[in-house]
């Protein structure tokens, strides 16, 4: 009810979003209204200076050397003690033996039953060891010979990982203790205390380095004396978390990362567009020692662990380290229909007795692979390590031997085969893998799904490996952007291109088949054993406009780049203008595209615009509008066409950040000129109001009015304020509940200023239809 006083709630110490004092009160001016108070700000940095472990790196060239990763417990550690310092003299503090802090023991709460690997979804995984997912906090309790004093006692936590472990590289970790814990970095905060036995709160940062760490827990005093180490006789296992927006390789979708990271059968297809088989395979991500068998396959790469943080980087690895070709990987690949030295690639079912074998044997490949082996391992190892994927077939899949971007087959002058010659191919059907993750390193709207490609067909800068290629690249010909596009490209939207030879020697191209490859791309449907055609994702509708742009771009990219006919003239431009500072949410978004024709002649041309919601991570989650636009210009005409997306289309798909790109292309009739643009906007939310009430003195109560009005014609669902004001208030939110359309809601905060000087009162709404909605107002605290 207006006016009514608000009583809010701290949260808890130990989730995500650590506690802070609430503030004095809180008034609430709204129909709908709630309760809730969630701490968090304020936070003690603690900055220690550290020497990198110096410990010899293993021979680099020889294979033989790498030890099997295995998670074996170490005897108990004796507490390691540093050398003491001079004895004080008379009249100084003396500090006895028996009250030194050290650790006794460190229980990292590593059960499957347990908080961290239900809260970090690792409870499939075999064996008692804590794995976790970076981005979130996990807990551990250290068990001390006395009682920790915050006043007298210091503690900090160390987490290494490689052989050669650095600060600068990620791979040497120091936890500080801290008083609140804060997002994206690595820090501890003690949560409960009893008697000697302490329980602390660890946060990591969603780009953290995944693999094996070693755990130490160093002690000392606040003076300086003497510290003790105490190493963990177990290891922490970290790995992607699809579950974390802020993790690269998040995926928003519940059903889905069930399916492509919990899931461990699957099934794969096989045979021709016409008579589709599947078969069911065992991925076995969690079976007993697959995770140690991926672990190992990292190290076997020789991949450096400071690069392990980039699920790019690690896909690729992995995609060279699943063939034995040339880096002695997992699997053999063998095509001769011999197997007699090995087992028969059609003999298996499963991924796990694979994977075993390769780490039991301290990495001998196994015999044999063909491609849908070399896909169901790759499922399990980026399932495994928290990258979401899935097994993809493409039936009429080409092998493109020399980057035309065409399938070519090559005639004599009596129109028969050049054997030689013909080297690419067609093959009934391939098996690869997609892996979904953010692409920071491409232009925005290639992230989502990547192909990636273990199956050793052709070499990738030197090694048989390939991917992960943008799938929204791939469909858009855009074959320039890496890794390996223009091999995919080919294997599913290639047109096959007939060239006779000539008397002279030369050739000439005498038919285009355009639908001969990329039919059917099928993988298994999320929830169900039934079968999903994923082709739409891959490649525009077959001879679509959209269609023969994208092969036409993508062929100006490869070896054979005048094979289709080029323009005789490009003297038509297409841009996308935005008004003032943009459309705003809860409105039809209103764009102009401007056609300009810079010739004397008259052109006619057809351009395709479909816009798509878009992630600030450049991940596309899907199309939401399609249309055609006619366009007709007379000599060095300008003409302005009005582009609207209604309110009513949008409303239901907004994502965080509330972004679009909208993409146009389309073809001059008279020149065949291409037209291509794509334009990335965002929706402009409402700004939160901040109006100070009264004095601002250190030590006296004042108020600030905070006012937000829904800009939607709909009501908001489950709004909460965060509020937090440096040297004014601790940090903490408010839970306001729904809020009707277009309706107003105040709050009024009442706190005591802490610090002089000038302050800023910073204020943030949260739901889940709007998002960067805020306000700041500058205050300056005068002295009492």
Known sequence: MPGERLTVRTTSEIGRFPGAAPPTRVELTIQNEGEKKREEGGCLWWLRKMCPCCCKHPNATSYDVTDKVEFTKLPTPAA???????????????????????????????????????EHHTDLYHGDELILRRGQTFQIEVELNRPFSTDTDKLYLELKTGSLPLVSKGTHVIIPLVKHLEDERWEAKIVEQNGNKIKLSINSPANAVIGLYELTVTTSS??????????????????????????????????ERKEYVLNDTGRIYYGTEKQIGARTWNFGQFHEGILEACLFIMEKSEMPPSGRGDPVNVVRVISAMINAQDDYGVLVGNWSGDYSDGVSPTAWSSSVEILRKYHSTNGTPVSYGQCWV??????????????????????????????????????????????????????????????????????????????????????????????PASVNAIRSGHVYLKHDTPFVFAEVNSDKIYWQRNLDGTFKQIYSEKKAVGHCISTKAVGSDKRADITSLYKHEEDSEEERIAVETASRYGSKPDVYSTPVAEDVS???????????????????????????????????????????????????????????LSPNEEKTIDWVLPYQQYQSQLVDQAAFMLTLCGRVTETKQVLANQTTFRLRTPDITITPIGDAVVGKEMAAKI???????????????????????????????????????????????????????????????????HGVADIVVLEQ
């Not at 970290?238 to 059903?255: I, K, Q, R, T, Y």
């Not at 129109?415 to 491409?442: K, T």
């Not at 208030?729 to 005591?752: M, P, R």
């Open 80 to 118: 390691i003690v540093d050398p003491p310092k001079p004895k004080p003299e008379n009249g100084e503090a003396k500090e006895t033996d028996e009250g030194k802090l050290s650790v006794c023991s460190v229980d990292l709460l590593s059960s499957k039953a347990g908080q961290n690997r239900q």
């Open 574 to 632: 297409v841009e996308v203008k935005v008004d003032g500072e943009g459309p705003r949410v809860g409105a039809d978004v209103q764009l102009k595209i401007l056609v300009k024709n810079l010739s004397s002649q008259p052109r006619q041309a057809t351009i395709h615009s479909q816009v798509a919601v878009m992630y600030y991570t450049g991940v596309l989650k899907g199309t939401i509008k399609k249309e055609q636009m006619p366009v007709e």
């Open 222 to 255: 606040l003076k300086g004396d003497a510290t003790t180490t105490y190493t963990s006789s177990k290891n922490i296992v970290m790995l992607f978390n699809p579950w974390c927006e802020e993790d690269s390789v998040f995926l928003d979708n519940e059903e």
């Open 374 to 467: 070399f896909s169901g391992i790759t499922t399990t190892v980026l399932r495994c390590l928290g990258i979401p994927s899935r097994s993809v077939t493409n039936f009429q899949s080409a092998h493109d031997t020399d980057v035309s971007l065409t399938t070519d087959v090559y005639l004599n002058e009596n129109l028969e085969p050049i054997d030689y010659l013909n080297r690419d191919s067609v093959w009934n059907f391939h098996v690869w893998n997609d892996c979904w993750m953010a692409r920071p390193d491409l232009p925005s709207g290639n992230g989502g799904w990547q192909a990636v490609d273990a199956t050793p067909q052709e070499t990738s800068q030197g090694t048989f490996r390939c991917g």
């Open 707 to 773: 006012t937000f009005t829904n800009p939607l014609p709909s009501t908001l669902k489950g709004v909460v304020f965060r509020v937090e004001g440096l040297g004014l208030q601790e940090g903490h939110e408010v839970v306001v509940g729904d809020v009707g359309a277009h309706s107003k809601v105040t709050l009024t905060e009442h706190f005591i200023p802490s610090q002089p000087g000038p302050r800023k009162l910073v204020a943030s709404l949260d739901c889940e239809q709007l998002s960067q909605v």
